[in-house]
C-alpha cells in the first residue's frame, strides 16, 4: 500500500520532536473516496471526501492513542538508512448495508490529527488502497501494515 506523508505532517513532526507543541492526543484514520488524490501540499481533510458515513462507518474513523498498541511497530533501519511506524491492523465491519454507505467506495485512508471539526483535522499522511473499495453487509474491510517511512 503506497503512502505519502504530507508537508504538513513533516511540519507537525519537527514541531512536536523540537518544539513539544501541537501534537495531538490521538489519531484518526478516517475514508475517503477518490473524489481528489491526495497530495503532499493537503493541509486539512476538508480538502479530501470522506465517505459517507453509516453501514458501520462513523464519520471521523477510527481512533488511535499515541501508544505502542495503536502503532505497534516502531522500527529503526540502519541497513536502509530509515525509521518508520506502523498502525495495527484497521477494520471496519459492514452492518445494515454496504460499507461505504454510498458511493464508488473508499479509496484513500488518510492519519489526521484529533481536531474537534473533522474537516479542520490535519492530515499526516495519506495511504493508496489502490483501487475503490467496498464490502457488502457482514462482511470486514480490514486495513493492515498502514506504514509511515521517514527516510
Same mark, same amino acid.
Given at each position: 500500500?503506497?503512502?505519502?506523508?504530507?508537508?504538513?505532517?513533516?511540519?507537525?513532526?519537527?514541531?512536536?520532536?523540537?518544539?513539544?507543541?501541537?501534537?495531538?492526543?490521538?489519531?484518526?484514520?478516517?475514508?475517503?473516496?477518490?473524489?481528489?488524490?491526495?497530495?503532499?501540499?493537503?493541509?486539512?481533510?476538508?480538502?479530501?471526501?470522506? =465517505?459517507?458515513? #453509516?453501514?458501520?462507518?462513523?464519520? *471521523?474513523?477510527?481512533? !488511535? @492513542?499515541? /501508544?505502542? +498498541?495503536?502503532? $505497534?511497530?516502531?522500527?529503526?533501519?540502519?541497513?536502509?538508512?530509515?525509521?518508520?511506524?506502523?498502525?495495527?491492523?484497521?477494520?471496519?465491519?459492514?452492518?445494515?448495508?454496504?460499507?461505504?454507505?454510498?458511493?464508488?467506495?473508499?479509496?484513500?485512508?488518510?492519519?489526521?490529527?484529533?481536531? =474537534?471539526?473533522? #474537516?479542520?483535522?490535519?492530515?499526516? *499522511?495519506?495511504?493508496? !488502497? @489502490?483501487? /475503490?473499495? +467496498?464490502?457488502? $453487509?457482514?462482511?470486514?474491510?480490514?486495513?493492515?501494515?498502514?506504514?509511515?517511512?521517514?527516510?
Amino acid at each position: 500500500m503506497a503512502s505519502l506523508v504530507t508537508n504538513r505532517g513533516k511540519y507537525l513532526i519537527l514541531q512536536g520532536i523540537f518544539r513539544n507543541a501541537g501534537l495531538p492526543t490521538s489519531f484518526y484514520m478516517a475514508l475517503a473516496d477518490q473524489t481528489t488524490t491526495p497530495t503532499v501540499d493537503h493541509n486539512a481533510f476538508s480538502e479530501h471526501t470522506e =465517505v459517507p458515513a #453509516g453501514n458501520g462507518y462513523t464519520s *471521523g474513523g477510527i481512533a !488511535l @492513542a499515541r /501508544n505502542a +498498541t495503536d502503532w $505497534d511497530v516502531l522500527t529503526e533501519d540502519d541497513t536502509n538508512d530509515r525509521a518508520l511506524v506502523q498502525a495495527k491492523d484497521l477494520v471496519w465491519t459492514a452492518s445494515g448495508g454496504n460499507l461505504p454507505a454510498s458511493g464508488t467506495g473508499a479509496r484513500w485512508l488518510d492519519c489526521l490529527d484529533d481536531n =474537534v471539526t473533522i #474537516g479542520s483535522r490535519q492530515i499526516f *499522511g495519506s495511504f493508496d !488502497l @489502490a483501487s /475503490n473499495r +467496498t464490502v457488502s $453487509d457482514g462482511q470486514t474491510l480490514t486495513i493492515q501494515n498502514a506504514e509511515f517511512r521517514l527516510t
